[in-house]
């Protein structure tokens, strides 16, 4: 079974960046659609960013202009890239697939953005 650890979150100012990174066990990046999900407390989790197979990407209304998904193929590694931080944008950020089965749900990363 592929595991993902999700990383690089932590305490951020409004305005400011941060980049998450996902790094799976197996090549899965290259045959899967991957997206980036994130939950608010109190809320539901909810797709943010994903990325097709062939490198296509999306975005919620809420992150476009804001954020980036990317990924390494050699490296099993997706990355999101996150700017102009809002208070709004707090959260515990997954990666899985976009469609399911999904892969077990790792920890998560937290991303706090407050002053």
């Known amino acids: 079974q592929v595991q993902l650890v999700e990383s690089g979150g932590g305490l951020v100012q409004p305005g400011g960046s941060v980049r998450l990174s996902c790094a799976a066990s197996?090549?899965?990046?290259?045959?899967?659609?991957m997206g980036w999900y994130r939950q608010a407390p109190g809320k539901q989790r909810e797709l943010i960013a994903s990325i097709s197979s062939g490198g296509s990407t999306w975005y919620t209304d809420s992150v476009r202009g804001r954020f980036t998904i990317s990924r390494d193929i050699a490296k099993n590694t997706m990355y999101l890239q996150m700017n102009s931080l809002k208070p709004e944008d707090t959260a515990v950020y997954f990666c899985?697939?976009?469609?399911?089965?999904?892969?077990?749900w790792g920890q998560g990363t937290q991303v706090t953005v407050s002053s």
């Open positions: 899985n697939k976009l469609i399911p089965p999904y892969y077990y």
């Open positions: 197996g090549s899965i990046f290259s045959i899967n659609a």
